[in-house]
């Protein structure tokens, strides 16, 4: 049987892309969305005494996934090996359902905001619920295979770049320092997992981390597990950023402002 369910309301945020998101909202505390629930069907009456609880469910689609789904799929921590897709949160799933537990800000009306989240802007939600630490918590649960966890590495900007990530977000690119954290702290130099790119510097010898057409330059220390985070770089050629030359994702005139801010 098919059971048609309606979206009660649409989330807001800043990440447009699934890179944008760790896949779980405990590893992004900064991460502030809203709920903006549906005109004309009393939810702002459904939602008035979420009031009070720190956290809620949040039942959504993975609207990016629908048809994608795969028995056996690749986590982006813990393992390099496949694990059968309902052992993992994976959004490649039979229905692409999913799961996460938000922080709760605020009930304004029809809006609700939350935080600690790894939704996309746009993402159908379909139901709340609130969580309670008395039926939804158990520590002592095993883990099965995520029990294989390695050690994460620190991350750590320096000035420079957390500069540098602090102008992007105020010039439409939000999400990259999230973005580094999530990608640098577990397995940093696995290609598999990061899209890595020679650094031209270092003739090779070190890579840099890829975020759409910025670059991320970083040093590992895998003695101490630790990444430092040195500077943003942008991904475009010199050639690249002419006035004639094409702009296929219209972000030129951001690099051509952030280099004659930064560029060396």
Request: glycine letters at 6%; a negative charge; proline letters at 8%.
């Amino acid at each position: 049987m098919d059971y048609p369910m309606t979206p009660i309301g649409i989330f807001h945020c800043d990440a447009q892309y699934p890179y944008d998101v760790p896949r779980q909202g405990t590893l992004a505390e900064g991460n502030v969305g809203e709920i903006e629930l549906a005109e004309g069907r009393g939810f702002e009456d459904a939602a008035a005494d979420l009031v009070g609880f720190s956290r809620i469910w949040l039942v959504f689609v993975f609207d990016r996934n629908i048809g994608t789904w795969h028995p056996k799929v690749q986590p982006p921590r813990h393992t390099d090996r496949k694990i059968g897709v309902f052992a993992t949160r994976s959004p490649y799933r039979p229905n692409p359902l999913g799961l996460t537990c938000a922080e709760l800000l605020a009930v304004e009306g029809r809006r609700i905001r939350v935080k600690a989240h790894d939704l996309l802007d746009g993402t159908p939600i379909l139901d709340i619920k609130p969580y309670l630490p008395y039926a939804d918590a158990f520590p002592a649960a095993q883990t099965g295979w995520a029990a294989e966890d390695e050690e994460l590495y620190s991350v750590e900007f320096s000035d420079r770049a957390r500069a540098q990530c602090d102008w992007l977000a105020a010039h439409g690119v939000p999400c990259l320092e999230q973005f580094v954290r999530t990608r640098l702290e577990c397995a940093p130099l696995n290609a598999k997992r990061n899209r890595l790119v020679p650094d031209p510097q270092q003739r090779g010898e070190a890579p840099m981390l890829a975020y759409r057409t910025w670059r991320v330059r970083f040093h590992c220390d895998s003695v101490t597990r630790a990444i430092h985070v040195l500077e943003i770089l942008s991904g475009y050629r010199s050639e690249d950023l002419l006035p004639d030359a094409p702009d296929p994702y219209s972000d030129k005139a951001v690099h051509r402002e952030f280099n004659a801010i930064w560029a060396k």
